[in-house]
């Protein structure tokens, strides 16, 4: 079974701009969370989304946003970036019902915003 | 969720067990406890997880206290490929399973 997918890897952005990254999960899993990763903070929780619909939220700014889609693919989109937003953007697939074996993480995106 | 408390740095020689110990003192009844690990610019990769019995997979083995209070989480024979970030956290099996509350995790080096 192939594993939880990201893209782009790797992408490069100027403050102000926007970027939406790409998550495919885990084929039957329809949970799919976000998380921020930067040095300085750990693992942030961010989103999750579950039949697209958003099930839970963290404390991140509005500029953070994201959806599901019926195939259970999730996006996020970042508006007006800053500096402060570089970071490794993780995405975690879960069956999302009580018999799940805990979240299977994507490689993630490496975000630098400069 | 609950938070977890672990040390932030941990030795072993390769071949040798490895116990990673974790505090969770304020877990409540409906939460379990999840090990993941983080090799360096990499996802975290699940390991186990347990409610109230101890639990073991082809990965490891994970021992939970009789009050729930502490986990242990033990690679039987560590091998170099084991140095990682490894992260306990606690977190209900229902509907917020999806937001899960990560710490700094403990270093764990595994030396020749």
């Known amino acids: 079974k192939a594993g939880v997918t990201q893209t782009p890897r790797y992408l490069i952005k100027t403050r102000g701009q926007q970027v939406t990254l790409s998550c495919s999960p885990i084929?039957?899993?329809?949970?799919v969370s976000w998380y921020q990763q930067t040095p300085g903070q750990g693992l942030q929780f961010l989103f999750e989304y579950f039949s697209e619909t958003q099930r839970n939220k963290g404390n991140f700014p509005g500029r953070f946003s994201g959806r599901q889609f019926s195939n259970s693919r999730s996006e996020m989109n970042v508006s007006t970036l800053e500096l402060g937003d570089s970071a490794l953007y993780l995405c975690?697939?879960?069956?999302?019902?009580?018999?799940?074996?805990?979240?299977?993480f994507g490689p993630g995106t490496r975000l630098t915003v400069l | 969720d609950a938070k977890t408390t672990q040390p932030p740095s941990m030795d072993c020689a390769e071949g040798r067990a490895a116990n990673l110990p974790c505090n969770h003192s304020t877990i409540s009844g409906n939460e379990y406890v999840y090990w993941y690990r983080q090799i360096h610019s990499q996802g975290p990769q699940y390991i186990i997880h347990?409610?109230?019995n101890n639990e073991t997979n082809e990965m490891a083995s994970l021992i939970i206290t009789e009050d729930r209070k502490s986990s242990t989480l033990i690679l039987p024979h560590a091998t170099l490929r084991d140095t990682a970030v490894y992260y306990c956290?606690?977190?209900?099996?229902?509907?917020?399973?999806?937001?899960?509350?990560f710490g700094d995790g403990t270093t764990l080096t595994v030396k020749p």
């Open positions: 347990g409610l109230k």
């Open positions: 975690a697939s879960s069956g999302g019902t009580s018999d799940r074996l805990g979240q299977f």
């Open positions: 084929s039957g899993h329809r949970s």
């Open positions: 956290i606690v977190s209900p099996h229902n509907t917020n399973a999806g937001k899960s509350t």
